[in-house]
């Protein structure tokens, strides 16, 4: 069997030609066969790619290791880029603090050890080491891990120096995050983030570029069972969810309180776990 989040996509020849985008650093790191093999994925040749029945295409573009749905309506290709001009501007330019920062309940100047056990496209993981708290993401599925460790590759060689410290702060893992918290063998975390949301199916202008795509290829998956019981068992502090405005609890479990915003709002559990860590 395949792993998880992998069947429907295959490696396409990189994009080398043409205009650079302002996050290329260099060659890519790999080839297209190396990156086949890496991630056991099919590789499709350039004359292939027309006839190509997968419905995601991965590739380098320009040195950013990019996801594309193989469609000929479909936007352009997406990567995990730190560098990006709209995440620059959050966190440089905030005028009041993010709600997910909020949610966290750090006192001025705290900073916490955090588990995103959702990585997803890291933005707001990104967020959190940016206000200076130190982040494990636990990403399933192999398609965005590698994308991941791919725009984390690029933020750590990047010429901001800003960027680099970020990306520092951020450890990413593979695998099940239930299975990775009921085995945690590291400090404990203090809070513990979770995001498992995804914006209706349909196509519009509220729904962004990147969970749009994300939606797409990981939508037949099952959400974890007892993920939100693991992590109240091993957060300090504090377990953050982020939901849907109008959504349920996630799995039925009412949150100590809420912080509610116009399309999503955050669930938050306080914990009271001890031990050291
Ligand atoms: C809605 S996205 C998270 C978006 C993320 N907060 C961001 O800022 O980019 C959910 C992600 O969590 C991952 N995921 C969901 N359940 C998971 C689990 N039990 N273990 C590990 N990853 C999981 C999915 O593969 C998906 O990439």
Not at 10 to 30: H, K, L
Not at 201 to 225: G, I, W
Request: aromatic share 6%; charged share 25%.
């Amino acid at each position: 069997m395949l792993p998880i989040s992998t069947t429907r996509v295959c490696i396409a020849p990189p994009i080398e030609d043409g205009c650079v985008s302002d996050t290329s650093r260099g060659p890519a790191p790999e080839s297209q066969a190396q990156l086949a093999v890496r991630l056991s994925l099919p590789l499709w040749a350039p004359e292939e790619v027309a006839g190509c029945e997968c419905g995601f295409l991965l590739f380098y573009d320009h040195a950013c290791l990019s996801l594309q749905q193989n469609d000929q309506n479909a936007s352009g290709p997406l990567c995990v880029d730190f560098e990006d001009a709209t995440l620059a501007y959050r966190q440089r330019h905030s005028r009041q603090p993010e709600a997910i920062l909020k949610a966290l309940g750090a006192k001025q100047g705290e900073s916490l050890l955090i588990v995103d056990a959702t990585a997803g496209w890291g933005l707001d993981a990104f967020v959190l080491a940016s206000a200076g708290h130190r982040i494990d993401l636990i990403e399933r599925s192999v398609i965005l891990h590698a994308l991941l460790q791919d725009g984390l590759r690029r933020a750590a060689a990047s010429r901001d120096e800003g960027l680099a410290v970020i990306a520092d702060r951020m450890t990413l893992h593979l695998g099940e995050s239930s299975l990775k918290l009921q085995g945690w063998g590291a400090s404990l975390p203090d809070v513990i983030y979770l995001d498992p949301m995804f914006p209706e199916r349909r196509k519009s202008a509220k729904v962004k570029k990147n969970m749009y795509l994300l939606q797409q290829m990981l939508h037949d998956e099952l959400p974890t069972e007892a993920l939100l019981r693991d992590a109240l068992s091993l957060a300090r502090r504090r377990v953050v969810v982020k939901r849907p405005a109008h959504a349920g609890f996630l799995e039925d479990i009412k949150p100590s309180f809420q912080l509610t915003g116009k399309s999503s709002r955050f669930d938050i559990y306080l914990t009271r776990n001890s031990g050291s860590g």
